[in-house]
T-cell receptor, first 113, second 112 residues
Framework: NAGVTQTPKFQVLKTGQSMTLQCAQD?????MYWYRQDPGMGLRLIYY???????DKGEVPNGYNVSRLNKREFSLRLESAAPSQTSVYFC????????????FGPGTRLTVT | GQQLNQSPQSMFIQEGEDVSMNCTSS?????WLWYKQDPGEGPVLLIA???AGELTSNGRLTAQFGITRKDSFLNISASIPSDVGIYFC????????????WGAGTKLIIKP
């Protein structure tokens, strides 16, 4: 039982490049989330998917797109990376019964130069 | 965006000491959660609180949901080296089903 897995673990991009961050969970959770973490700012929600087939914007969605591929997988895409998107990105999931108790992956450390 | 006010920002403690930290807000919350993050890892859920006044323990950790619903407290008793890390509070407002509001974290450091 791996929980929440994320790939890649590290990534360096040049400004303007695109990439997709992958996330998968094996806990049969309905809801999935993408956060970014910057120093001194805690976690900020980018997008979330309450259930398979739905996605909604969070606090900081600009510059990102998401896809809920199936119940297990939720990907985050940067179409044209900017230095302001340098951050640590976390994926999380939660079950329908306790949507508030979120379980996190190990994170992707992204640097945009 | 809105954040919870979490304090202190950092704490230097001696092994064996008790630790207290808190989160406050001007808004009320229905749920309070406390997470711990180790370096290079994602946050791990420690304690979840769902009712005003609720007091919940997890080993040496005890958390409380404030009576006003605008604050929460986390205490760690008899700290040990593995308690080092960053502790985050997160809250869920009554008008939201999914969007947690997060504090900026309390960094716990053990004095050598």
């Amino acid at each position: 039982n791996a929980g929440v897995t994320q790939t890649p673990k590290f990534q360096v991009l040049k400004t303007g490049q695109s990439m997709t961050l992958q996330c998968a969970q094996d806990m049969n959770h309905n809801s999935m989330y993408w956060y970014r973490q910057d120093p001194g700012m805690g976690l900020r929600l980018i997008y979330y998917s309450a259930s398979e087939g739905t996605t909604d914007k969070g606090e900081v969605p600009n510059g990102y797109n998401v896809s809920r591929l199936n119940k297990r997988e939720f990907s985050l895409r940067l179409e044209s990376a900017a230095p302001s998107q340098t951050s640590v990105y976390f994926c999380a999931s939660s079950s329908r019964g306790s949507s508030y108790e979120q379980y996190f992956g190990p994170g992707t450390r992204l640097t945009v130069t | 965006g809105q954040q919870l006010n979490q304090s202190p920002q950092s704490m230097f403690i001696q092994e064996g000491e008790d630790v207290s930290m808190n989160c406050t807000s001007s808004s009320i919350f229905n749920t309070w959660l406390w997470y711990k993050q180790d370096p290079g890892e994602g946050p791990v859920l420690l304690i979840a609180l769902y009712k005003a006044g609720e007091l919940t323990s997890n080993g040496r950790l005890t958390a409380q949901f404030g009576i006003t619903r605008k604050d929460s407290f986390l205490n760690i008793s008899a700290s040990i080296p593995s308690d080092v890390g960053i502790y985050f509070c997160a809250g869920l407002r009554p008008d939201s089903n999914y969007q947690l509001i997060w504090g900026a974290g309390t960094k716990l450091i053990i004095k050598p």
